[in-house]
């Protein structure tokens, strides 16, 4: 079995493509269902205070050997016919990245770049909605979410920016293996060492809080977050249903607690969701009270159903996008509820140089905001991007599995105007490949960069890897725990939008797979994700 969406790549228009990156559109139809204990995510708001203070025939059809130079990532080339980004669509067809004649030392066709990636909020979704009896539609399933959902033990650079690793494995199809591109950034510094935060926090407070217990713990976890943060950050609270208000201008906590207190004790839920009005009213709050040197964020906690006030969703991010541009401020965007507008949260998390996420329990919501709060809201790399260009003479297909809206043109990688992700503390982000070297090939796979700029000064910086055929050699199921891991992800997403990755297992399987992960690495997110290829399987009977 081979990846559904190979194609023989023939001429595009790279303009229109470029274009189309520069948009990063994020439209995707989400599934909606009932709502969630909104008390929940905010349940895990102790915040700071945590704890404490394509077909390529080969010219030759013998043993391929590189012998030429290396291929490097965004390889300096004089202008060539327009083709669009690798992997993007055109003329309405998805197309592969696949060889189209005899290979050059860098073809574009041997490039593939996208824009990083630490959402998660898909898989998350994806656990509720089995949780809830149901299976997730398949265009709120986006593999490389599936993918980054679990942490990987790559080894971490000092200070800003990213290190890089590549290894790989055979699946379980003739011909076939699969390449994973692992980058991670430095460790969190101390909490005491951070710099102070100035947090604005848009609360949804519209109808569906009004159900016995929401508000009320939601009003308890504030006034808990409250007392634990330090004194030298700042907080404001936003609320909004149908219309927005500014409950507490930015507080700075020491001295201000009181305030705090009594901003919590007046919440009470109204009507509609007027989400337009909610960010507008927090963007304006947090650039009003930003404060240099601190990490400024808009932290937006609603189920993202805008109906009431503006709807369009363009319109609402281009609010955003001012106060990403002048002010530096980004959004962290958590998701909430079984019937949720992911597709808008997505977009606006984007929009606002942040990322989002998904809670459904206390727990989550705790490992939200606690265990994870710095890589949350600091930033240790701006508009970063990868590239891998696979060497010609000796890989013949490859797919690069989901990022399917976070493709950039290649001649985009060093352009530091077009969008690409903002990455914080303690983040690790996987790109898995599935490729088919060439028959006999050997040698040289693929060099893998990625670019970012410095979230202070924007100095440009760029960090690379390479990967030999004979790293590819072992069986995916015999490697180590962490690619394992991630061809498992893959694999169960692949299933769930009912593609056709190659060796893909039944989802019996997959579970059996998982379940002896869980047991090897003692992982308490493994085990979940078995239970969860298990109650997929249940569903589709």
């Known amino acids: 079995m081979r990846p559904d969406s190979e194609h023989r790549a023939g001429d595009r228009d790279r303009t229109r493509a470029s274009a189309r990156a520069r948009r990063r559109p994020r439209a995707r139809t989400r599934a909606r269902a009932v709502g969630l204990l909104a008390a929940a995510l905010v349940g ?75 959402d998660t909020a898909s898989y ?24 980054n959902s679990f942490r990987q033990d790559y080894p971490r650079p000092e200070g800003n920016g990213f290190s890089v690793t590549a290894d790989g494995a055979r699946a379980g199809e003739e011909g076939w293996s699969f390449l994973r591109v692992g980058l991670a950034t430095g ?10 935060a100035a947090l604005t926090f848009v609360i949804d407070v519209s109808g569906s809080m009004s159900e016995t217990g929401r508000l009320d713990l939601v009003k308890q976890s504030l006034g808990v977050m409250t007392d634990q943060l330090r004194p ?24 201000g607690r009181g305030r705090v207190h009594d901003a919590i004790d007046s919440l009470e839920p109204l009507s509609s969701t007027n989400l337009d009005a909610g960010v507008r009213t927090g963007y304006d709050t947090a650039v009003e009270g930003a404060r240099p040197g601190a990490t400024n964020r808009v932290v937006l906690l609603s189920d993202a159903l805008a109906n009431t006030g503006e709807t369009d969703a363009d319109a609402i991010l281009d609010r955003i996008s001012d106060a990403r541009r002048e002010h530096g401020i980004t959004l962290f965007g958590v998701g909430v509820g079984s019937e949720y507008g992911d597709a808008l949260m997505e977009r606006l998390a984007d929009k606002g140089d942040g990322h989002t996420t998904y809670v ?171 239970e969860a290829i298990r109650r997929a399987d249940e569903l589709r009977i």
Request: aromatic share 4%.
């Open 124 to 147: 998350g979704y994806a656990r509720r909605t089995l949780a809830d009896g149901r299976l997730p539609d398949p265009k709120t399933v986006r593999p490389e979410e599936f993918i």
């Open 360 to 530: 459904s329990t206390p727990e989550e919501a705790r490992k939200v905001f606690c265990d994870e709060l710095p890589q949350n809201i600091e930033l240790r790399a701006r508009e970063a991007k990868a590239q891998v260009a696979f060497d010609p003479q000796t890989v013949q297909r490859f797919r690069l599995i989901g990022y399917d809206d976070r493709r950039v043109a290649d001649d985009d990688y060093r352009d530091d105007r077009v969008d690409g992700g903002e990455v914080g503390p303690g983040h690790t982000v996987t790109a898995l490949y599935a490729i088919r070297l060439r028959p006999g090939a050997s040698g040289h796979v693929a060099t893998a960069g990625v670019r970012w700029l410095d979230p202070d000064t924007r100095a440009p910086h760029e960090e690379t890897t390479q990967i030999e055929a004979s790293a590819l050699d072992t069986d995916v199921w015999r490697s180590n725990h962490g690619l394992q891991l991630t061809a498992t992800a893959a694999y169960f997403a692949d299933a769930l939008r009912q593609g056709a990755l190659p060796g893909a297992p039944t989802l019996p399987q997959l579970a059996s797979r998982a379940d002896k992960l869980a047991r090897a690495t003692e992982d308490k997110d493994v085990r979940q994700l078995a």
């Open 187 to 196: 460790p969190a510094a101390p909490a005491s060492e951070r710099p102070p």
């Open 232 to 255: 030298d950050d700042s907080l404001a609270l936003v609320t909004f249903s149908d219309t927005a208000e500014t409950v507490l201008p930015m507080t700075r906590v020491g001295g």
């Open 44 to 118: 895990g708001l102790l915040v700071t205070g945590c704890g404490g203070g394509s077909d390529g025939s080969s010219a030759d059809g013998g043993k391929a050997r590189r012998t030429g130079p290396l291929p490097a990532p965004a390889p300096a080339r004089p202008s060539a016919p327009s083709t669009p980004a690798p992997g993007t669509e055109a003329d309405g067809e998805q197309r592969d990245i696949a060889p189209t004649g005899t290979p050059s030392p860098t073809p574009a066709d041997y490039l593939s770049t996208f824009a990083l990636d630490v």
